[in-house]
């Protein structure tokens, strides 16, 4: 069955600091892998997307990891800002199911001043 | 250029009745994806549409439907409401199928009592 696992559920952390979000996936065959942010009662919006042969790709403060051999991904986040206080979500493409996603339940990320 | 878009923003129903839901992709866009979004659950993939045909489609019983118009737009029809179905209905697009990027719009609340 084909599945997105994420950690932690729920994080705060203090503004400045920074964090990592886990991703497990068991989605075969994989196609590529994003992460999304998204704001309460709002639609995701990308932050990175990664296929098989990336291991790493920034955005701005956002740096996204992947181990395919794994089947495992993080999400690091660099001097936190209020503003990063969203949901993030882990989303992986199969290869065999075409235009379908799958999506992980999501991190809620906190930001305190 | 204008993004995805969502209308209406809020809608309330009772149960048994109806519920049109309505989606215009980005321009240019051919498909476009369903996704219900459940207070506290992930993104559950609904339907996906290209070039006027439906491709793909999620674990979600027959009262979920829709169609994709000449202009691309969508409608996603809910027939007799549950409760159950309350939750954030978003739609996204992307251009042509085989693309890596789902653009999402705002999302629609659907409130059933």
């Known amino acids: 069955k084909n599945q997105v696992e994420q950690s932690p559920q729920s994080l705060i952390i203090l503004e400045g600091k920074n964090c990592t979000l886990q991703c497990n996936y068991t989605v075969s065959p994989f196609s590529n892998l994003r992460w999304y942010k998204q704001d309460t009662g709002r639609g995701p919006v990308s932050l990175t997307i990664m296929t098989f042969s990336e291991n790493t790709k920034s955005n701005g403060r956002y740096t996204a990891t992947l181990d395919a051999d794994t089947k495992q991904s993080s999400l690091h986040i660099t001097a936190s800002q209020l503003s990063d206080s969203a949901s993030y979500i882990c989303?992986?493409?199969?290869?065999?199911?075409?235009?379908?996603?799958?999506f992980g339940r999501g991190t809620q990320l906190t930001v305190w001043p | 250029e204008a993004g995805v878009t969502q209308s209406p923003t809020h809608l309330i129903k009772t149960r048994g009745q109806q519920a049109t839901l309505r989606c215009s992709p980005i321009?240019?866009?051919?498909?476009v994806y369903w996704y219900q979004q459940a207070l506290g659950l992930g993104l559950q993939f609904l339907l996906w549409y290209d070039e006027g045909e439906e491709r793909n489609r999620g674990n979600f019983p027959p009262r979920f439907s829709g169609r994709q118009f000449p202009n691309y737009s969508s409608e996603l029809n809910v027939n007799a409401l549950e409760l159950e179905d309350s939750a954030l209905y978003l739609c996204?697009?992307?251009?042509?199928?085989?693309?890596?990027?789902?653009?999402f719009g705002p999302g629609t609340r659907l409130t059933v009592t």
């Open positions: 321009s240019g866009h051919t498909s």
């Open positions: 996204a697009s992307s251009f042509g199928a085989a693309t890596y990027e789902q653009y």
């Open positions: 989303v992986v493409s199969g290869r065999s199911t075409l235009g379908r996603l799958y």
